[in-house]
């Protein structure tokens, strides 16, 4: 079954409210995400995130941990929601964003996804989420340090950032957002480098480099951008 707008919100709202036992791959946790999970939801329920990405709430994941098996797994992008007799797939993320806070209010975003009850299908679905949980890793008090400074980092600049509801694109270029609110770049560094480097961006590319493994986070940079 093909679902979206308010009628998939209101679905995906209803199973996670439901099951008892789930098995939970989503990107990114937002901070109602304990609100959707139903209260007899069994302490063996298993959520996958991608708690480094900085777009997790951690304030979230630590109330989920006291619920439910939670780990992460880095640059998880997917959106799946698994009981032992239905599956969800789509684009939601386990926040108000994704999921809508009420059956008449629709996800911030535009969302699709699809309802599977096939035998085949959701062993295929187990078996996939099965392998992530095997190769994610236990969430520990460091991660959610680590996790608690991205989140501050994220919440800083993204205001600044978001396109107008009511806009197409961007009025402003990413010069022009700097310069306009420059007190939300004073932590941010904006890397240009090519394939053949002069000495000084070279030398500029690994300061940033090495800043950011300091802090635990991989820096590269790409050609043709």
């Known amino acids: 079954m093909f679902l979206t707008s308010k009628m998939g919100s209101a679905f995906l709202r209803k199973f996670l409210d439901a099951e008892d ?59 799946v929601y698994l009981s032992p007799t239905s599956a969800v797939v789509g684009s939601a993320n386990l926040s108000s964003n994704g999921i809508g806070p009420s059956d008449n209010v629709s996800a911030g975003l535009v969302e699709a996804m699809i309802q599977v009850s096939d035998k085949k299908a959701l062993s295929d679905i187990h078996t996939w989420f099965d392998g992530i949980w095997e190769q994610s890793h236990v969430i520990t008090g460091e991660d959610l340090e680590y996790a608690r400074a991205a989140w501050a980092r994220r919440k800083k600049v993204l205001p600044g950032l978001r396109v107008p509801a009511r806009s197409k694109r961007a009025k402003k270029s990413l010069f022009e957002a700097a310069a306009a609110n420059p007190t939300l770049f004073e932590n941010v560094w904006i890397v240009f480098t090519w394939a053949n480097r002069s000495m000084l961006g070279q030398k500029k590319h690994d300061e940033v480099v090495a800043e950011g493994q300091a802090q635990g986070e991989e820096i590269d940079s790409y050609d043709s951008w």
């Open 21 to 79: 036992h789930l098995k939970m791959a989503g990107a990114y946790v937002g901070g109602d995400a304990p609100k959707f999970i139903g209260k007899k939801l069994s302490k063996a329920s298993k959520l996958v995130c991608d708690l480094d990405s900085g777009a997790c709430d951690p304030a979230a994941v630590s109330k989920l941990m006291a619920r439910m098996s939670v780990r992460s797994y880095r640059n998880l992008h997917a959106k």
